[in-house]
Nanobody, 130 residues
Framework: QVRLVESGGGSVQAGGSLRLTCTISGVRVDNACMGWFRQAPGKERAEFAIAMIGNGGTEYDDSVKDRFTVSRDNAENAVYLQMNNLKPEDTAIYSC???????????????????????WGQGTQVTVSS
C-alpha cells in the first residue's frame, strides 16, 4: 500500500520561509517522480510547482524558480520542499505526489499535470500574509 504524508505547513509573512516534508511508504523516492503541487483558493485543480526525478534531477515551474528547492533523503524515503522568499500568491494547499511514469524525448522528465500522478498525500496548508 502506498501512502504519502505531508507536514510542515503553516502561516508566515511575505518574505518568510517554510519547509515541507513528505514521507512515503510503498514507493521508493529514488525510483519515482516526486512532485509537489499546490491548489490555490478558488482554483479547481492543483498546479505543478516542482518535481524531483528518480535520478536526482529537478524540474521547476517558473513561478517558484530560485525560491523553492526540492530535496530527498533516500534512507528516510522522504522528500522535502524548502520554500524561501514566500509571497502571498504562494498561499495554497500543498500536496506531494508520486508516480513511476516519465515523459520527455529521453524519458527522464516528470509529468507536470496532476492527473498523471497516481499517489497523493492529504495536503498541507501554506498561508502567506502580506
Amino acid at each position: 500500500q502506498v501512502r504519502l504524508v505531508e507536514s510542515g505547513g503553516g502561516s508566515v509573512q511575505a518574505g518568510g520561509s517554510l519547509r515541507l516534508t513528505c514521507t512515503i511508504s510503498g514507493v521508493r523516492v529514488d525510483n519515482a517522480c516526486m512532485g509537489w503541487f499546490r491548489q490555490a483558493p478558488g482554483k479547481e485543480r492543483a498546479e505543478f510547482a516542482i518535481a524531483m526525478i528518480g535520478n536526482g534531477g529537478t524540474e521547476y515551474d517558473d513561478s517558484v524558480k530560485d525560491r523553492f528547492t526540492v530535496s530527498r533523503d533516500n534512507a528516510e524515503n522522504a522528500v522535502y520542499l524548502q520554500m524561501n522568499n514566500l509571497k502571498p500568491e504562494d498561499t495554497a494547499i500543498y500536496s506531494c505526489a508520486a508516480d513511476s511514469r516519465r515523459t520527455g524525448s529521453d524519458g527522464t522528465s516528470c509529468y507536470r499535470r496532476d492527473f498523471m500522478y497516481s499517489y497523493w498525500g492529504q495536503g498541507t496548508q501554506v498561508t502567506v500574509s502580506s
